[in-house]
């Protein structure tokens, strides 16, 4: 059911813990099935050079918060914003259907604090203008088999 990738983050996630003086903290949170994600960011000149994460959750919400804080170290803000669940799913050799919300869940952390970088920075970030930290991520994802 489970790639050997997924376990394998699962069972040594990367980049697991906080940061002191963030730059940008991101939690969310699914609904429905009470999981919570929170990530960390340190940015530098617009580039992401240390990421941590935290994970109250599922083993698949802990393997894609890990992969997410590996995709997303060193890329820019820009690159950042592009990365989808379903990349971050990708990376993973894939997901089973019902577990893709994790994933969903990985996408929404990175922007929210991307979204928390930007409004303590005054800066504007393409992508985030309608950014809705409390929103449920079901509402722009089909996830229907939840
Ligand atoms: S079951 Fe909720 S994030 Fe995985």
């Known amino acids: 059911m489970y790639s050997e990738k997924v376990m394998e983050h699962f069972r040594n996630p990367r980049n697991v813990g906080e940061i002191e003086n963030a730059d940008g903290i991101g939690e969310v949170g699914n609904p429905r099935c009470g999981d919570i ?43 950042a914003m592009e990365v989808t669940n379903k990349a971050v799913a990708e990376a993973l050799d894939g997901l089973p259907p019902i577990k893709m919300h994790c994933s969903v869940l990985a996408e929404q952390a990175i922007k929210a604090a991307l979204f928390d970088y930007s409004k303590k920075n005054n800066v504007q970030i393409k992508g985030l203008e309608d950014f809705d930290p409390t929103e449920d991520p079901h509402d722009h994802h089909e996830l229907k088999e939840f």
């Open 37 to 79: 994600m929170k990530m960390y960011l340190k940015i530098e000149d617009g580039v992401i050079v240390d990421v941590k994460f935290k994970t109250f959750g599922c083993g698949s919400a802990i393997a894609s918060s890990s992969m997410a804080t590996e995709i997303i170290k060193g890329k820019t803000i820009e690159e």
